[in-house]
T-cell receptor, first 109, second 113 residues
Framework: GQNIDQPTEMTATEGAIVQINCTYQ??????LFWYQQHAGEAPTFLSY??LDGLEEKGRFSSFLSRSKGYSYLLLKELQMKDSASYLC??????????WGAGTKLIIKP | DAEITQSPRHKITETGRQVTLACHQT?????MFWYRQDLGHGLRLIHY???????NKGEVSDGYSVSRSNTEDLPLTLESAASSQTSVYFC????????????FGPGTRLTVL
């Protein structure tokens, strides 16, 4: 079966750095997405990785290792507005998105 | 500005009733998707469409149907609502090819009593 695992909840301090991990086992791989979802709102796109390595976009970076079936999202200089759920999703061999359950990130002052 | 809208935003219905959730996008995207989101689960794909007159079943399509008569709209119908269909429903659209990001509507919270 297809499976995406990410921690249910994480807590971090304002101004710090946090890494949210995602491991996946899917039928095929055509890329990995990270989305941010604030409570009661729609998911919004953060990043897309299809090749191994690190993609940096401002305070957010996303890393992919296809051989290990592993990705992480790195958030730097955390702000209170970063409190949200972070969703990992893999595009499988049929170009369907398989979604993880999301990681709820709580930022404390 | 282009956008994707859903209506109603909240709906309470009774078991056995037919319910239709609307989704309208002005991005002119060919790809449109319906998901449900439940606590402890990831987004699960219900139905999707790659263009007018094209519809496909997703992972959890039983009890749901869609139709695509134009580019802008993909209404989702629950033929006979069940309590297990209480959920938050998101519509999304994307530009081809499939690895492009999906843009999500604000969601519809459906409660089936």
């Amino acid at each position: 079966g297809q499976n995406i695992d990410q921690p249910t909840e994480m807590t971090a301090t304002e101004g710090a750095i946090v890494q949210i991990n995602c491991t996946y086992q899917t039928s095929g791989f055509n890329g990995l997405f990270w989305y941010q979802q604030h409570a009661g709102e729609a998911p919004t796109f953060l990043s897309y990785n299809v090749l191994d390595g690190l993609e940096e976009k401002g305070r957010f970076s996303s890393f992919l290792s296809r051989s290990k079936g592993y990705s992480y999202l790195l958030l730097k200089e955390l702000q209170m507005k970063d409190s949200a759920s972070y969703l990992c999703a893999v595009l499988d061999s049929n170009y369907q998105l398989i979604w993880g359950a999301g990681t709820k990130l709580i930022i404390k002052p | 500005d282009a956008e994707i809208t859903q209506s109603p935003r909240h709906k309470i219905t009774e078991t056995g009733r037919q319910v239709t959730l609307a989704c309208h996008q002005t991005w002119n995207h060919n790809n449109m998707f319906w998901y449900r989101q439940d606590l402890g689960h990831g987004l699960r794909l219900i139905h999707y469409s790659y263009g007018v007159q094209d519809t496909n079943k997703g992972e959890v399509s039983d009890g749901y149907s869609v139709s695509r008569s134009n580019t802008e709209d993909l209404p989702l119908t629950l033929e006979s609502a069940a309590s297990s269909q209480t959920s938050v429903y998101f519509c999304a659209s994307s530009e081809e090819p499939d690895y492009n990001e999906q843009f999500f509507g604000p969601g519809t919270r459906l409660t089936v009593l």
